[in-house]
Every structure is written in C-alpha cells, then in structure tokens.
Nanobody
Framework: QVQLAESGGGLVQAGGSLRLSCAAS????????MAWFRQAPGMEREFVAT???????FYADSVKGRFTISRDNAKITAYLQMNSLKPEDTALYYC????????????????WGQGTQVTVSS
C-alpha cells in the first residue's frame, strides 16, 4: 500500500512563497503520475498540478505561471513550489498518485496523503 506524506505548509503573506513536499513510502511510486490538489473550506477538491515520471507537467489555469511542480524519483518525492501566493490560494493541499498518464480528475488518483494547510494572509 503506497503511503504519501505532505509537508511544508504554513502561514504566509500575500506575494510570498512556500514549497510543499510529498514523500512516498514505496519506490514503485516512481512510475506513477504525482499531483497536487487543494480544498478550501466549503469547496470541492480542485486540481492544481500533475507531473509524470518523465517530468511532463500540467497546471490548472489559476496557478499557471506561479506554481511549479517537480519530482525527484531517486528520493520518491514530489514538490510544489508556490510563488506570488494570493489569499485565494488558502486551502488544504493534498498530494496524490496515479498509475495513469497525468490525470486531472481526483477520481483517477487512488493514493492520497493527509494534506498540509496553506494559509495566505492579505
């Protein structure tokens, strides 16, 4: 059973930056697509970014140009570098993994972490 653990969340002022990490428990995750989703209070979980094992990435329009997803297959870890943060980026951020190619729907991801809170103050 693959387990994912997020870290790096916190409180930051608007315009600031944070870097999230997602560590996987098994090396088999290195052949999976890894992604970040987020969920704000009272809102549905939404796609943020995804990356394949070869580094092909895809972003939600709301974060394009501000967020960068990356991964280190040797460390079986994915990252989300978040720059120019806005108050509307405030949410619980989840890491997810899927054997499919770069999916954007949460239903395509069977493996999930517990989430890390990101709060952006204005």
């Amino acid at each position: 059973q693959v387990q994912l653990a997020e870290s790096g969340g916190g409180l930051v002022q608007a315009g600031g930056s944070l870097r999230l990490s997602c560590a996987a428990s098994e090396r088999s995750i290195s052949v999976f697509s890894m992604a970040w989703f987020r969920q704000a209070p009272g809102m549905e979980r939404e796609f943020v970014a995804t990356i394949t094992v070869t580094g092909s990435s895809f972003y939600a329009d709301s974060v394009k140009g501000r967020f960068t997803i990356s991964r280190d297959n040797a460390k079986i870890t994915a990252y989300l570098q978040m720059n120019s943060l806005k108050p509307e980026d405030t949410a619980l951020y989840y890491c997810a993994a899927s054997s499919k190619f770069r999916p954007t729907s949460s239903y395509e991801y069977p493996y999930w972490g517990q989430g890390t809170q990101v709060t952006v103050s204005s």
